[in-house]
């Protein structure tokens, strides 16, 4: 009897033992794997941020290359656009938002300001515009998620020439951007405002009006870092500096959406960044040939940790 009870005590110990290293463990596991939901999160606000300025810069680089002409087929749908009288030497044209876009997969409302010399034509080489976003917002069709940009932005045409020439008698087209926007995020009732700085090179190859290629750069400097596309504070109240390491290559054909090229994501207070990828199908595959992509990839790290998953465009 007196053995039974020891052999039982004996087990009993183990197993309490086995419990509380099982326990110290998991805690261990838990910090030593952090969460990659604040990379997650910022790699998606970066993403429609991008793909929301696209879209109403994308409008606004249409207009101008019309020659300022209030001709329907250059009005966005579901928009109307009007202009003030000249100032000093300044026109201002307003493009105004009230409805789905051409596509209809977003509802667009708010305004977008643009500002040019009196006699300046954006076909110049040098050419600028000053645009202002206000309370334009775009609000996707599929999950009611909103986006809502305020903010001004020096637009340059680098090269001279206008989109409807790209394959038809120049080969590229280069504008660049740079200025600020705060972003507010909206998801239900909660919302979160960031301002973040800009400074993208956009480059237009392939064949207007259809079957175009736009090449994202970034150029700005900051602290250290080069080649910045996007850099400021995250909805997690982290800085960041989101850098192109290869040009991210958008395809109209694609509606635009990213589908090569790398970029990455660097939090420097927290030893944390992520690599995004671009060109990915729904299976997680590399894309090929003209096939549009579903997703890209991110690889996250965090001091000696690290992980990979895939994002919905």
Known sequence: ?????????????????????????????????????????????????????????????NYLSGGDMKSSHLIPCNATIDSTPVAHDTITFYITYNGLNCNGTRFRTGKVEIKKLVGMHWYQQGAIVIIRHIDFTITKVSNQNSITLNGVKMYKNLTGGIIWQVGNGIDQLVHSITGQVTVTFSEGTAQTSKTWNIARMRTFTGSAPNNLTMTVNGFGTADGFQNLLVWGTSRAGETFYTEIIQPVVHRQLCEWNPCAGIKKHSVPA????????????????????????????????????????????
Not at 6 to 12: E, I, V, Y
Not at 25 to 47: A, F, N, R
């Open 270 to 313: 927290e030893s944390k960044s992520a690599t995004i990828t671009f060109g990915y199908d729904s299976g997680n595959n590399p894309v090929t040939g003209d096939a549009c992509p579903a997703k890209y990839r991110v690889d996250w790290q965090k001091a000696n940790n690290s992980g990979t998953i895939y994002l919905w465009l």
């Open 1 to 61: 009897m007196k053995t039974t009870n020891l052999f039982r005590l004996t087990f009993l110990v183990i197993a309490i033992l086995g419990l509380s290293f099982a326990g110290c463990k998991k805690d261990k596991t838990t910090e030593i794997y952090p969460s990659s939901v604040s990379l997650q999160q910022l790699t998606g606000d970066q993403e429609s941020m991008e793909s929301a300025m696209d879209e109403s810069m994308n409008d606004v680089n």
